[in-house]
């Protein structure tokens, strides 16, 4: 998958103890203020990231894109109505664009952007030039998703300015020898360090002191948590919309009302993840198949296998954690043929209805030259769950800009306001894809 991530800055979010930032200039800056934490002798790791590596990377081959909005969309010279965005840059971010949204909406939200194919080569080949730098000067680094790294840093604990001084070197070296933007946090586990490092600007290192976790998550939206649609869907419907009011609820709750999926996104909003630092580059895929005897003369019977392959495949990248970034399908024959499809996500995600969809949505068009007699399905670029995109209307600019629209609401009738939803990206009139609703 080609993550998806955003920056928010520290000087946005709300002191918290026990921080320390490296600027732009290589300045060391702390910034404290009243806690009761202790530091512990907690193991140390750190997120290091390029933010949008194929944004980085297509700006990288083409200085001209410098400061303009871009899109890297599957299927962008082509135009097929089923193209979607994969990523886009924060100037595309800020005029409503996010990875996963159908194309033509893209072009209509911010069409004096780029819009570029994906060379998902070219993004492979500097992912692995990341990670095979961090290696070479890192006792053992892991590849949580292409451009997201967690290196290990156990012997500095309670040494924040030693661990921010290593970090901000690997940071220079990566610009140096790769010509890549990067960011870093530092924290005792890998779901804090990843919020670190997403909370300031590129070139700076946030190290958070042990202990201060929880409080330094209690700001985030809900919306980061990595967990799926009705997840956070019943969230909203609870009022739940910062970390803090999720981590407050008692464990029974949750477990209750959000399930285990709930119960571990808890975890994580109380600043408490256990999973522990593997290194390597995390080329794991998960692959099931099925042959037909008699073959299938019948596509709706093939595409309901693909949902039970697809099922099974979810539940085993569900029961491990991990969610997959690109799927593939490839069917056999009865005359010999092999057909295949694949496509990558614009967010890794272990969701079996969605998967099952885009797993159809490649079985469909194949040009079946006779029967089928085999089937499978295959799951790759699996990675941890990440935090998802950050708001662009963080509070407390999220709340002045509701309650402008209100008063202007008040002002003009309650329709003044509409926006366009998309509810048929695939339909073959353009009018039929969009409907309107108020605001």
């Known amino acids: 998958m080609l993550p998806s991530t955003a920056s928010t800055s520290v000087q946005n979010r709300r002191p918290c103890a026990g921080r320390t930032t490296v600027d732009e200039n290589g300045?060391?800056?702390?910034?404290?203020?009243?806690?009761?934490?202790?530091?512990?002798?907690?193991?140390?790791?750190?997120?290091?990231?390029?933010?949008?590596?194929?944004?980085?990377?297509?700006?990288?081959?083409?200085?001209?894109?410098?400061?303009?909005?871009?899109?890297?969309?599957?299927?962008?010279?082509?135009?097929?109505?089923?193209?979607?965005?994969?990523?886009?840059?924060?100037?595309?971010?800020?005029?409503?664009?996010?990875?996963?949204?159908?194309?033509?909406?893209?072009?209509?939200?911010?069409?004096?952007?780029?819009?570029?194919?994906?060379?998902?080569?070219?993004?492979?080949?500097?992912?692995?030039?990341?990670?095979?730098?961090?290696?070479?000067?890192?006792?053992?680094?892991?590849?949580?998703?292409?451009?997201?790294?967690?290196?290990?840093?156990?012997?500095?604990?309670?040494?924040?300015?030693?661990?921010?001084?290593?970090?901000?070197?690997?940071?220079?070296?990566?610009?140096?020898?790769?010509?890549?933007?990067?960011?870093?946090?530092?924290?005792?586990?890998?779901?804090?360090?990843?919020?670190?490092?997403?909370?300031?600007?590129?070139?700076?290192?946030?190290?958070?002191?042990?202990?201060?976790?929880?409080?330094?998550?209690?700001?985030?939206?809900?919306?980061?948590?990595?967990?799926?649609?009705?997840?956070?869907?019943?969230?909203?419907?609870?009022?739940?919309?910062?970390?803090?009011?999720?981590?407050?609820?008692?464990?029974?709750?949750?477990?209750?009302?959000?399930?285990?999926?709930?119960?571990?996104?808890?975890?994580?909003?109380?600043?408490?993840?256990?999973?522990p630092l593997v290194p390597g580059h995390g080329e794991r895929s998960e692959q099931a198949s099925r042959q037909f005897d008699p073959p299938l003369d019948n596509l709706e019977t093939l595409l309901a296998a693909a949902g039970r392959l697809v099922q099974a495949l979810a539940q085993r990248l569900d029961a491990a954690w991990l969610r997959a970034g690109r799927l593939a399908v490839e069917t056999q024959c009865a005359d010999g043929a092999s057909l295949a499809a694949e496509r990558s996500l614009a967010e890794a995600t272990a969701d079996a209805g969605w998967l099952g969809r885009l797993a159809e949505t490649l079985l469909r068009p194949l040009p079946y030259s006779d029967r089928i007699e085999a089937l499978a399905v295959t799951l790759s670029d699996l990675s941890a769950p990440s935090l998802h995109q950050l708001s662009l209307w963080h509070d407390p600019q999220e709340q002045a800009a509701e309650a402008h629209l209100r008063r202007l609401a008040a002002r003009y009738g309650p329709g003044c306001f509409q926006r366009s939803a998309l509810v048929a990206p695939e339909h073959r009139l353009a009018g039929r894809r969009y409907v309107m609703v108020d605001w």
């Open 27 to 275: 300045r060391a800056r702390s910034e404290t203020g009243p806690s009761n934490f202790q530091d512990s002798p907690t193991a140390r790791l750190a997120y290091l990231v390029t933010p949008h590596l194929p944004i980085a990377v297509e700006r990288r081959e083409r200085p001209r894109l410098a400061g303009l909005p871009v899109i890297v969309a599957d299927d962008a010279r082509t135009g097929r109505p089923s193209a979607v965005v994969l990523d886009c840059s924060r100037e595309a971010l800020a005029a409503g664009v996010q990875p996963g949204i159908a194309l033509s909406r893209a072009e209509h939200l911010c069409p004096e952007a780029a819009f570029l194919s994906p060379r998902l080569d070219l993004y492979r080949t500097a992912a692995a030039a990341l990670f095979d730098l961090l290696s070479s000067q890192m006792p053992a680094v892991e590849q949580a998703q292409p451009g997201g790294l967690y290196l290990d840093l156990r012997g500095l604990e309670g040494q924040d300015s030693e661990a921010l001084a290593i970090c901000h070197g690997q940071c220079e070296a990566v610009a140096r020898e790769l010509h890549l933007p990067a960011t870093a946090g530092v924290a005792v586990n890998k779901f804090s360090a990843e919020a670190a490092s997403l909370s300031i600007g590129l070139g700076r290192v946030l190290v958070l002191t042990a202990g201060a976790e929880r409080a330094f998550l209690g700001g985030f939206p809900v919306t980061v948590l990595p967990v799926n649609e009705e997840i956070q869907r019943r969230l909203a419907l609870f009022g739940l919309r910062r970390l803090e009011q999720f981590a407050r609820l008692p464990p029974a709750a949750v477990l209750a009302q959000f399930g285990w999926e709930g119960q571990r996104a808890h975890r994580l909003a109380r600043g408490e993840d256990n999973r």
